[in-house]
């Protein structure tokens, strides 16, 4: 698995605490190689090719705030063909942990259209690499300006946030329409704590306390999957697509570092279609 060297400010404190964390991250190594070297380690020695408008990738050109870094990424084709998608894994070079999240989609689900918020540690490649049905690989990248987010301090008290760990919260769901496509925004409490962040109070690194698993399903049946890492932003927001073919149920299952499962449950019924 790819690891990663502690930033030049780490101190062994935090050094243990991304041992502890054990996050898929690259070396500290000059920049022209970095990229040769995560892609190797994802993706061995599979061709790589530029995607073009198959797979549009957006992001700020500077951040206002590297903590909560916007980026969206979305596809065009047919999900049942062999240009479906069934992967698409967001990498930040620069970052202590490069691959920041894979997102997996089902062979049945509308063209995925995938939008959250993150944190860069350094100027850096911003890419998005996706997988076909057939197994080809296609990506698309982006330069983004922001340095700090990773170390960043949380943005809310931690008593606080702690208080409402996992409490879940689905915008648009009252707009859902059975047969037609929506857009929906899952909001998780979580403190997504990277190992990186220093409390000026205890005068110790935070231990790193993330979600690493997410599951969307409808009626039983895969809507999304993401696995993350520390580059997600404090309080998870993921914009998905979702087109439900009948009445049901949309639930949300996330699993973090200490085994913690969060759980949320709507219902998409006849007062919707």
Same mark, same amino acid.
């Given at each position: 698995?790819?690891?990663?060297? &502690?930033?030049?400010? +780490?101190?062994?404190?935090?050094?243990?605490?991304?041992?502890?964390?054990?996050?898929?991250? +690259?070396?500290?190594?000059?920049?022209?190689? $970095?990229?040769?070297? !995560?892609?190797?380690?994802?993706?061995?020695?599979?061709?790589?090719?530029?995607?073009?408008? %198959?797979?549009?990738?957006?992001?700020?050109?500077?951040?206002?705030?590297?903590? !909560?870094?916007?980026?969206?990424?979305?596809? $065009?084709?047919?999900?049942?063909?062999?240009?479906?998608?069934?992967?698409?894994? =967001?990498?930040?070079?620069?970052?202590? /942990?490069?691959?920041?999240? @894979?997102?997996?989609?089902? /062979?049945?689900?509308?063209? &995925?259209? !995938? +939008?959250?918020?993150?944190?860069?540690?350094?100027?850096?490649?911003?890419?998005?690499?996706?997988?076909?049905?057939?197994?080809?690989?296609?990506?698309?990248?982006?330069?983004? *300006? /922001?340095?700090?987010?990773?170390?960043? &301090? +949380?943005? *809310?008290?931690? @008593?606080?946030?702690?208080?409402?760990?996992?409490?879940?919260?689905?915008?648009?769901?009252?707009?859902? $329409?059975?047969?037609?496509? /929506?857009?929906?925004?899952?909001?998780?409490?979580?403190?997504?704590?990277?190992?990186?962040?220093?409390?000026?109070?205890?005068?110790?690194? !935070?231990?790193?306390?993330?979600?690493?698993? =997410?599951?969307?399903?409808?009626?039983?049946?895969?809507?999304?999957?993401?696995?993350?890492?520390?580059?997600?932003?404090?309080?998870?927001?993921?914009?998905?697509?979702?087109?439900?073919?009948?009445?049901?149920?949309?639930? @949300?299952?996330?699993?973090?570092? *200490?085994?913690?499962?969060?759980?949320? %449950?709507?219902?998409?019924?006849?007062?919707?279609?």
């Amino acid at each position: 698995m790819l690891r990663p060297a &502690p930033p030049c400010l +780490a101190a062994s404190a935090l050094l243990a605490a991304l041992l502890a964390a054990a996050p898929a991250v +690259a070396p500290a190594i000059a920049d022209d190689s $970095r990229w040769d070297y !995560i892609r190797e380690q994802l993706y061995g020695d599979r061709p790589i090719a530029p995607a073009g408008d %198959r797979l549009v990738l957006e992001t700020p050109t500077r951040a206002e705030d590297a903590a !909560i870094v916007p980026v969206s990424f979305s596809t $065009r084709a047919p999900q049942s063909g062999p240009d479906g998608i069934r992967e698409i894994r =967001l990498i930040i070079d620069n970052n202590p /942990a490069p691959s920041a999240g @894979v997102f997996t989609f089902p /062979a049945d689900g509308a063209a &995925p259209v !995938i +939008a959250t918020r993150i944190r860069i540690n350094e100027y850096t490649p911003v890419r998005v690499v996706a997988e076909t049905n057939d197994g080809r690989l296609l990506m698309s990248e982006r330069f983004v *300006k /922001a340095a700090g987010g990773c170390s960043a &301090p +949380a943005g *809310k008290d931690q @008593v606080a946030a702690l208080a409402r760990l996992g409490r879940m919260k689905l915008n648009g769901v009252e707009e859902v $329409r059975v047969g037609e496509p /929506a857009r929906l925004q899952l909001l998780i409490s979580h403190p997504n704590n990277s190992g990186l962040q220093f409390d000026q109070v205890s005068r110790t690194y !935070i231990p790193p306390h993330y979600i690493t698993t =997410l599951d969307v399903t409808y009626n039983g049946r895969p809507v999304l999957g993401l696995t993350g890492d520390i580059s997600i932003s404090e309080d998870p927001s993921i914009h998905f697509t979702f087109t439900p073919l009948e009445p049901g149920v949309l639930e @949300v299952r996330a699993v973090d570092t *200490k085994g913690t499962t969060y759980a949320g %449950r709507w219902t998409i019924g006849a007062s919707n279609g």
